[in-house]
């Protein structure tokens, strides 16, 4: 069975500097997606970025990069420039290939942005 | 604008009596999913539908059902033999079940409270 472990209940960064969050997961899949969510406090969760286990390189959107190490089972985010609005609940989780109903959730990190 | 619609956002029950959750999208997916948040455990799947007429159990279906009559809508009902029924449910949806993206879409939540 897939586990999907982040370490991190909680940080905190200050607004402009770049947090790291991190996320181990375990799987005898080949194939796979990994995704880190958004949860703000609004509750409306959205996604942030995805990785296909297949591409070596890393997922990168705006201000959001993964570094991905497939042989170690690691997938941390990284938000550059943070902002007041990336306050929110981070979810790492993975999905077998085209396979939504097995998608497997984290705990959860709490990201806190000082201004 | 397009989007998963639930309600109502709080919800306050007395135990023995069930509660049926609502979840509307207009988003034309064809798959949907219920899920339940509770703090330090991430996200948990309770069922999931991949069309009309069909759902399917997910890990922690008992004390819940579902019915799929319409593609735009996706209830959810608490029933009494559910056993620790607070707790924060999020419903969400795919363009389909088996789609290479991935991508979930959520609802704002709904949380419930068992007096």
């Known amino acids: 069975a897939q586990t999907v472990t982040q370490s991190q209940p909680e940080m905190s960064v200050q607004e402009a500097e770049t947090v790291t969050l991190s996320c181990t997961y375990d799987t005898s899949e080949n194939n796979y997606y990994l995704f880190w969510y958004k949860q703000p406090p609004s509750r409306q969760m959205i996604l942030v970025i995805r990785?296909?286990?297949?591409?070596?390189q890393n997922a990168t959107e705006n201000r959001f990069s993964v570094n991905f190490q497939k042989a170690a089972k690691s997938f941390s985010l990284k938000i550059s420039d943070s902002q007041l609005g990336d306050t929110a609940m981070y979810f790492c989780a993975f999905m077998k290939q085209r396979r939504a109903d097995k998608l497997i959730f984290g705990t959860g990190t709490r990201l806190q942005v000082f201004p | 604008d397009g989007g998963i619609t639930q309600s109502p956002k709080y919800l306050f029950r007395k135990e023995g009596q069930n509660v049926t959750l609502s979840c509307e999208q207009n988003?034309?997916?064809?798959?949907m999913y219920w899920y339940r948040q509770d703090p330090g455990q991430g996200l948990r799947l309770i069922y999931y539908s991949q069309i009309v007429n069909d759902f399917q159990k997910g890990d922690i279906a008992e004390g819940y059902s579902v019915s799929r009559e319409k593609k735009e809508s996706f209830p959810l009902t608490v029933t009494s033999a559910q056993k620790n029924p607070t707790a924060f449910y999020l419903c969400?949806?795919?363009?389909?079940?088996?789609?290479?993206?991935?991508?979930?879409?959520f609802g704002e939540g709904s949380r419930l409270t068992v007096l």
């Open positions: 988003l034309n997916h064809d798959a």
């Open positions: 990785q296909e286990a297949y591409k070596q």
């Open positions: 969400a949806s795919s363009i389909r079940v088996r789609d290479e993206t991935g991508e979930l879409f």
